[in-house]
């Protein structure tokens, strides 16, 4: 039997429902296999893990191993999963060039000053005590996992932390929310910035809402201007990389990039560089599509 495109003719709101059942099942199965597999090969108990009252490295590492399987869960094998399904066109095809490359991987380096300038801005909001539980929860969990005292550590957090968001959150995010929102509104640049919306939202950290959505419009446009989702998983990647890196303790006197303040000045002239090469990436792939 011929899976592929089996739903492709049917309605939306079929689809809809055939993702949202994709990604239930997924998330669970993936979340009981990684507790199976720490029950039967780690001597950590799944209790303490899910206290998260860690006592020692192991039980750190069993919260990242669940987290990572999660990830996959939530993000890449529904998506993947739909796309074959509903023979939906994720845009994963390498169709730009070396310099588009080097432009977006500069914008996200430069970028850092303006996004740590309006973290420092979103800081200041009133935000209510039900909502300053999840950032409090993940605060606790982030300052654990760049605990990393080995470049083992190092590597496996890229992985969870890096690598798996940046390919997961791209492919339901940019891949398939941005592409339908499109469709459905007519309009990609209010697309992109009701995508962003949600890719900031669903982190549940209210603290870092803003610059999580300007990096989400970033993001946006990547793959608006490109037509590939590579380039903003390249990008994602990236960000999230340059955190994990200089958090390791040999890097951590040179985390300029990845610093938590910045003046008004700083940022001026991040934005500046900013919507600079932005002007020139954008160019660049209307040159190579013309």
């Known amino acids: 039997m011929r899976?592929?495109?089996i739903f492709k003719e049917k309605s939306s709101?079929?689809?809809?429902?055939?993702?949202?059942?994709?990604?239930?099942?997924?998330?669970l199965l993936h979340t009981s296999l990684a507790q199976v597999m720490i029950f039967l090969f780690t001597n950590v108990s799944l209790i303490a893990v899910g206290m998260m009252q860690f006592t020692n490295q192991s039980e750190i590492d069993a919260v990242k191993f669940i987290q990572m399987f999660s990830a996959i869960g939530l993000f890449i094998t529904p998506t993947l999963l739909y796309a074959y399904l509903c023979d939906f066109d994720l845009k994963l095809k390498l169709n730009?060039?070396?310099q588009t490359l080097m432009l977006a991987i500069t914008i996200m380096i430069l970028i850092n000053p303006f996004i740590a300038f309006i973290y420092e801005w979103n800081l200041s909001f009133n935000i209510p005590d039900w909502m300053m539980v999840f950032d409090n929860n993940a605060e606790k969990i982030t300052k654990y996992f760049l605990k990393m005292n080995t470049l083992g550590d190092l590597?496996?957090?890229l992985l969870v932390m890096a690598i798996i968001p940046a390919i997961g959150e791209e492919l339901l995010f940019r891949g398939y929310l941005q592409q339908k929102m499109t469709k459905w509104l007519g309009k990609p640049h209010v697309a992109i910035i009701v995508t962003a919306f949600l890719f900031s939202a669903i982190h549940m950290q209210f603290q870092g809402f803003l610059p999580r959505f300007a990096l989400g419009l970033v993001l946006g446009y990547l793959f608006y201007w490109s037509?590939?989702?590579?380039?903003?998983i390249i990008a994602h990647f990236?960000?999230?990389?340059?955190a994990v890196t200089f958090a390791y303790p040999i890097f951590s006197n040179y985390a300029y990039f990845s610093q938590n303040t910045a003046s008004w000045q700083e940022a001026f002239f991040s934005f500046m560089a900013v919507v600079l090469l932005a002007f020139l990436l954008h160019k660049n792939l209307s040159i190579k599509k013309g």
């Open 13 to 27: 709101a079929s689809k809809l429902v055939v993702l949202f059942l994709i990604v239930l099942v997924s998330v």
């Open 238 to 242: 990236l960000n999230n990389a340059i």
């Open 96 to 98: 730009f060039n070396r």
């Open 3 to 5: 899976l592929k495109g």
């Open 227 to 232: 037509g590939s989702l590579w380039l903003p």
């Open 155 to 157: 590597f496996f957090n």
